[in-house]
């Protein structure tokens, strides 16, 4: 494969990861005999353990057999149609003592077809996760930035791969 062609698969795996983190915002509700609650939302006053963990674990639970199908766009190729992507995540888990997310996500783009392990952070606007990854180095692939936000089954955001970027954009279907 040529150099471009890794280019252009590392920036599809990358997109692909920091679109796993994004889930639809009624799945964080937090349902009670009389009332849902969001967590993140600020009229919703959450426990502070809610807070720190609550809402962490139910996205960890909708994200397990997550698929997430949409596009990728290329700056300065605004005039191509947009590159379809999809992948799944077979397992995530959130880990309390980092912060951060633990995932095993299933790739398969061109001539790479394989299960990686990647550790993501996620800042919450609201009830709203979004992905945050600052000059992340993923071992074999590269250093990516992206932020990328969920809600209501979508997923949208911008992705840096060197001085390569775009937009990405798609649905997510749980398992």
């Known amino acids: 494969m040529s150099h471009f062609g890794w280019r252009i698969l590392t ?3 990358v997109i692909g990861i920091v679109a796993l983190t994004c889930l639809p915002t ?6 009670t005999a009389d009332t849902a609650t969001v967590p993140g939302d600020e009229t919703t006053a959450p426990s502070d353990n809610e807070a720190k963990t609550g809402r962490e674990e139910r996205l960890a639970q909708f ?25 799944v995540i077979d397992a995530c888990r959130y880990v309390p003592e980092t912060g951060k997310y633990e995932m095993t996500v299933q790739i398969r783009y061109g001539k790479t077809d394989g299960v990686f392990p990647i550790l993501l952070d996620v800042a919450w606007a609201g009830a709203t996760p979004v992905i945050t990854l600052d000059s992340v ?19 949208a955001g911008t992705w840096q791969h060197d001085a390569k970027g775009g937009h990405l954009f798609g649905k997510i279907t749980p398992k």
């Open 63 to 87: 994200l397990t057999g997550a698929t997430f199908t949409g596009n990728f766009t290329l700056d300065g190729k605004e005039d191509r149609a947009p590159k379809p992507e999809s992948y």
């Open 137 to 155: 180095w993923i071992p074999g692939l590269g250093t990516f930035s992206s932020r990328v936000l969920i809600r209501n089954g979508r997923y």
């Open 11 to 13: 920036f599809a795996f």
């Open 26 to 31: 009624h799945l964080l509700a937090q349902t």
